[in-house]
C-alpha cells in the first residue's frame, strides 16, 4: 500500500459566508481550530476567504455542524487551493420613475456604476448587476432593499434556473423547431406561464440562443421574475358565484356580473414571484376559476 493512503490527506475550509454573530464565531474558530483571533475576525468580517489554511479531512467533515451553526458557508478544499468562486447576480428594479435618482446614485456611490437611467431598470429582470462574490451580493441586496421604491433579489449562479421566453408569439414551424432542439437537450417545452421552455441551465440557453439568433426568444433568472395573473374564465361557477367571489378584488368592484363576464380577460395580481403566481392560480384552481400567467415584460415605471 502506498505511503500517501497510509496518510490521511490534510484539507483547507474556505468562507463562502458568514451570518449570525461574526464575534462569537471568531472565539470559537480561535478556541476549536487555534486560529489568531483577529485574523478570525477580518475574515468574518470580509464573508469570504480562507478560514482554516489546514486540517485532517476528517476533522474538517466533523467541523461543519459547528460552523454552519455559527452561520458560516465554507467549502472543504485541497491546501493551497484558491477559494472557490460562488458568484451572484443581483437584479434590481424601480416601483416608479420617482426614486431613481437616489437609487442611481446609491449604485454609482457602491458599484461604480455610470450612466444609469430610469430605462436600466426596466425590462424583465430589471437591471442586474452580475458576477458578485456572494458577500458583496449580499451586501449590495441588503442596502438596496433599504431604499424606498426599490426591488433587489439574489441569485447564485450555481442555483441559478433559467426560462426562456420569445418577444413575440412563435408560428408553428419556429415552435417545432425549437421544441425538437430542446429535446436534444434533454428539456421539455412550456412548463409555466407563457415560456417556451423552463429550468433551464445558463449553458442550455447560451446554446438556444446560437442555433435560433433570428426568433426574438430570450431568458430570464427565475429568481428575477414578475408575472400578473389574469382571470380568463368562470369554470363551473355561476355568473353570479363569480361575481362574488370577483366582488372582494378592487379590480371588480365596480362591475356589473354581465359586465365582468365581457371583461375577461382581467388582470387581477401583479407583480408576484414566479413562487407567488404559482400559489395565486393554485388557489383560484381550487375554487373552480380558470387563470393564467404572464411575465411582466416591461414594467410600468410612471411617476
Request: hydrophobic content about 50%; proline content about 5%; some cysteine.
Amino acid at each position: 500500500m502506498a505511503l500517501s493512503q497510509l496518510v490521511e490527506e490534510d484539507v483547507q475550509l474556505s468562507l463562502l459566508a458568514a451570518s449570525g454573530n461574526a464575534g462569537l464565531a471568531a472565539a470559537m474558530l480561535a478556541e476549536r481550530f487555534g486560529l489568531d483571533l483577529q485574523y478570525a475576525e477580518n475574515v468574518l468580517e470580509q464573508g469570504y476567504g480562507l478560514l482554516i489554511p489546514r486540517l485532517a479531512t476528517s476533522q474538517a467533515r466533523e467541523a461543519l455542524p459547528l460552523l454552519a451553526a455559527l452561520g458560516l458557508r465554507v467549502a472543504i478544499q485541497p491546501v493551497d487551493a484558491m477559494p472557490p468562486d460562488e458568484y451572484c447576480d443581483v437584479s434590481v428594479r424601480l416601483a416608479k420613475a420617482k426614486y431613481a435618482p437616489k437609487l442611481i446614485a446609491t449604485l454609482q456611490k457602491m458599484m461604480g456604476l455610470e450612466q444609469l437611467t430610469v430605462q436600466s431598470f426596466g425590462g424583465p429582470q430589471g437591471l442586474v448587476v452580475p458576477a458578485l462574490s456572494l458577500a458583496r451580493a449580499e451586501w449590495l441586496w441588503s442596502a438596496l432593499r433599504q431604499l424606498p421604491g426599490v426591488f433587489a433579489s439574489l441569485s447564485e449562479h450555481q442555483a441559478a434556473q433559467y426560462d426562456l421566453f420569445a418577444e413575440t408569439e412563435l408560428d408553428q414551424a419556429n415552435f417545432t423547431a425549437v421544441k425538437d432542439y430542446l429535446r436534444l437537450l434533454g428539456c421539455e417545452a412550456g412548463g409555466f406561464g407563457d415560456a417556451v421552455a423552463c429550468g433551464l441551465d445558463l449553458r442550455s440557453i447560451e446554446r438556444i440562443m446560437v442555433r435560433f439568433p433570428d426568433l426574438g426568444l430570450f431568458a430570464v433568472n427565475q429568481a428575477f421574475q414578475r408575472y400578473e395573473v389574469l382571470v380568463i374564465g368562470k369554470g363551473a361557477l355561476s355568473t353570479q358565484e363569480f361575481a362574488d367571489l370577483m366582488t372582494t378584488r378592487p379590480v371588480a368592484r365596480a362591475l356589473a356580473p354581465r359586465q365582468l363576464m365581457q371583461s375577461l380577460p382581467l388582470k387581477l395580481d401583479y407583480w408576484l414571484t414566479r413562487m407567488a403566481t404559482s400559489q395565486f392560480m393554485a388557489d383560484y384552481d381550487s375554487i373552480g376559476i380558470h387563470t393564467v400567467a404572464r411575465l411582466v415584460r416591461a414594467p410600468n415605471l410612471a411617476a
